[in-house]
Every structure is written in structure tokens, then in C-alpha cells.
């Protein structure tokens, strides 16, 4: 099972800031956040992770909470092509295998 | 970032058949990859972690005599759908991870199978 919760949907105007939460408050210590995204018909593209502190990249900032139980994905400056599915995961390490576990995401909609 | 490539991106089968897609990555070895399968609307569900020159570990609930996979080099798995039925129609997705601890998972482009 996926060990985090998103809103189902948002909504954003184009070139406003786009603020995608994500709660995660059974993360364990050495558990990264990740995020990605998939557009419809392709496969998931990887945006940014993070263990505890902000992150940031050409593509967006990561903000983690001090405690880690939750966690916030920045898009600055939405764009129409950011119309996607978003996806918080959680790093679980199970055997060895370092596998993702999705959950239902965020179907983010970047409105002209 | 790194590249994964999926082949095919579609295909088309009688019930009944049998079908390999592979998996590869092109830029760096993968000891690990991953395989998805997403039905319409829903999120990917992880079917199995295949490891190089070992059997594949695969989830609860996924037969692995009807999905083969193989990972006979650091490139390359495959995953075979055998005797495929309709209900096997579905976006299977690859993935593969790039160095350990906190290595990003990179995704193939995905193949969308419809089994007539």
C-alpha cells in the first residue's frame, strides 16, 4: 500500500504558482519523498526527491516539513504542458529492492 | 537524466498469444528495473522487481508463469505475457533505478497491449 495521501485534484491558472501537497506522516527516517508525473499514455517522468531538507531544481522545489510528515511540490510558474498526474511516493526499501509503491496521485490542471 | 527505452510502444495480439516487451537501459547499467502495469484512470501498480541474473521477485497476487520476465544482462528485461487474454489489456510501464540508496527511478515510455 501506498504510504501517502494527495488531493485527488487541483487546479492552477497558467503561470501562477502551483502547490501540490502530499501527507506522509508514517515516513521513517531513511525514507526519501519522491515526486513525478505522468502525462497521459507515457510513462512517469522524475521531477525532484528529497530526505529532509528543501530541494530545488530546473523543474520545481520541494518543501519538507521539519517533522517529515508532510511534504509540498512547487511548480513557479505553471505552464499548460504541467497538466498532468502527480505523484508523491515514499521510498520503501524491502528486500533489497528498492521499489516505488504508487498511490492515486494528483490530477493537477493547469488552466489557460 | 538517464534514458530508459520500452519497445514495443503498442501492439495488437489474437487471444491466446504471446508477448515479449523489453526493457532497456540505455546509459547506465541496471541491476534493478521494475515493472507497472496501469489499467485507465488508475495509478501504475508495481507487478514485479526483476534483478539481474536472478529470478524476479514478484507481488502478491501476480502470476509469474503468466508474466516472465527476464533479466539476462544489466541492460535488459523483458517481460513476456504468455497465452495473453483480454483481460491482459493494459499500459505496462519499465522502470529502472540508477546507483543505490537514494537513486532515481527513470521510466520507459510504456506499452500499451490490446489483446483481441
Known amino acids: 500500500d501506498a504510504k501517502t495521501t494527495q488531493p485527488t485534484s487541483m487546479d492552477c491558472a497558467e503561470g501562477r504558482a502551483a502547490n501540490l501537497p502530499c501527507n506522509h506522516s508514517?515516513?521513517?527516517?531513511?525514507?526519501?519523498v519522491y515526486w513525478y508525473r505522468q502525462i497521459h499514455s507515457q510513462g512517469p517522468q522524475y521531477i525532484i526527491h528529497?530526505?529532509?531538507n528543501n530541494e530545488t531544481n530546473e523543474m520545481a522545489s520541494l518543501i519538507i516539513t521539519e517533522d517529515r510528515k508532510s511534504s509540498t511540490l512547487i511548480l513557479p510558474h505553471a505552464t499548460l504542458r504541467d497538466t498532468a498526474v502527480y505523484y508523491c511516493?515514499?521510498?520503501?526499501?524491502?528486500?533489497?529492492?528498492?521499489?516505488?509503491?504508487f498511490g492515486q496521485g494528483t490530477r493537477l490542471t493547469i488552466n489557460p | 537524466g538517464a534514458v530508459v527505452s520500452q519497445h514495443p510502444s503498442r501492439v495488437i495480439c489474437k487471444s491466446g498469444t504471446s508477448v515479449k516487451i523489453e526493457c532497456r537501459s540505455l546509459?547506465?547499467?541496471?541491476?534493478?528495473m521494475f515493472w507497472y502495469r496501469q489499467f485507465p484512470k488508475q495509478s501504475l501498480m508495481l507487478m514485479a522487481t526483476?534483478?539481474?541474473?536472478?529470478?524476479?521477485?514478484?507481488e502478491q497476487g501476480v502470476e509469474k508463469d503468466k508474466f516472465l520476465i527476464n533479466h539476462a544482462s544489466l541492460t535488459l528485461s523483458t517481460l513476456t505475457v504468455t497465452s495473453a487474454h483480454p483481460e491482459d489489456s493494459s499500459f505496462y510501464i519499465c522502470?529502472?533505478?540508477?546507483?543505490?540508496?537514494?537513486?532515481?527511478?527513470?521510466f520507459g515510455s510504456g506499452t500499451q497491449l490490446s489483446v483481441l
Open positions: 522502470s529502472a533505478i540508477t546507483g543505490t540508496g537514494a537513486g532515481k527511478l527513470f
Open positions: 508514517t515516513i521513517s527516517g531513511n525514507e526519501y
Open positions: 528529497g530526505l529532509k
Open positions: 511516493i515514499v521510498r520503501v526499501a524491502a528486500q533489497g529492492a528498492q521499489k516505488l509503491v
Open positions: 546509459d547506465f547499467q541496471a541491476t534493478t
Open positions: 526483476s534483478n539481474e541474473g536472478s529470478k524476479a521477485t514478484y
